[in-house]
């Protein structure tokens, strides 16, 4: 049976790992360490959200959420800017049960909603989003990448 809890510092050593993987999967270099620390951060300067997924015991997903607001809806939203499942424990419906947990943040919030952005050739987030009730918008997104940091 899988669990879905919010992440504490008691998890952290469990969500570092899956953190890693997750940033490894994206193509990043292995940095436990700094991993722990960025985490660690987040969650005592109650920066982010974190929900884990565990399966008995074992940690096996997660995803983190940061706060936003949007001035035109004046309201908060949520920014899920991170969602993984270990592998081995992919196909069972972990990642629904992680954006359920996302979405029932945003509803006890009061939130606008959540947004997220995932590459157009995920071709598995690209079907499970739209199945969990996120829409597809045709806005342009522009990012500028301070190259100084």
């Known amino acids: 049976m899988i669990k879905i809890q919010e992440a504490n510092l008691e998890n952290l050593d469990a969500l570092v790992q899956l953190f890693e993987a997750y940033r490894v999967w994206y193509g990043k270099s292995a940095d436990q360490e700094t991993a722990k620390l960025f985490l660690k951060e987040r969650m005592e ?18 995803t983190q959420l ?66 969990t ?3 597809l918008e045709e806005n342009n997104f522009y990012f500028w990448t301070n190259k100084s940091s």
């Open 45 to 62: 300067q109650k920066e982010s959200i974190v929900y884990m997924a565990f399966d008995g015991t074992e940690a096996v997903g997660f």
């Open 66 to 131: 940061y706060p936003l607001f949007s001035s035109t809806r004046m309201k908060r939203m949520w920014l899920l800017n991170d969602l993984f499942v270990d592998e081995v424990h992919r196909g069972k419906g972990i990642s629904k049960l992680l954006i359920g947990a996302a979405q029932d943040l945003a509803r006890s919030t009061n939130a606008a909603g959540v947004l997220l952005e995932t590459e157009q050739t995920n071709d598995i987030g690209n079907q499970l989003y739209p199945a």
């Open 133 to 135: 009730g996120f829409e």
